[in-house]
């Protein structure tokens, strides 16, 4: 099992930032790939960023440009942080894990970020 704990998130106001952080433990395996979802109240959850254990990074074109996503390899963390917030970026963030050793992956509990206009 890997348990993912989230921290971050609140309330800002439209062109502001804010930051998200995820701690995994747990039976983490080497190679894995960290990130975050979102899901919008009636909307189905989908990607914002992931990063892969080499760095590599994979982005939604809604966040290109604005959001950045980075991780601690020895720490097993990930972080989002996200810059010029729109209302539209308001939702559940959940810090998204997965490893080759079970086809669904692990999420956290979510974080609400909600962007005021």
């Known amino acids: 099992q890997v348990q993912l704990v989230e921290s971050g998130g609140g309330l800002v106001q439209a062109g502001g930032s804010l930051g998200l952080s995820c701690a995994a433990s747990?039976?983490?395996?080497?190679?894995?790939?960290m990130g975050w979802y979102r899901q919008a109240p009636g909307k189905q959850r989908e990607l914002v960023a992931t990063i892969s254990r080499s760095r590599i990074t994979n982005y939604a074109d809604s966040v290109k440009g604005r959001f950045t996503i980075s991780r601690d390899n020895a720490k097993n963390t990930v972080d989002l942080q996200m810059n010029s917030l729109k209302p539209e970026d308001t939702a559940v963030y959940y810090c998204?894990?997965?490893?080759?050793?079970?086809?669904?992956?692990?999420w956290g509990q979510g974080t609400q970020v909600t962007v005021s206009s």
């Open positions: 998204y894990y997965s490893d080759y050793r079970r086809s669904t992956p692990y």
């Open positions: 747990g039976s983490i395996f080497g190679i894995n790939t």
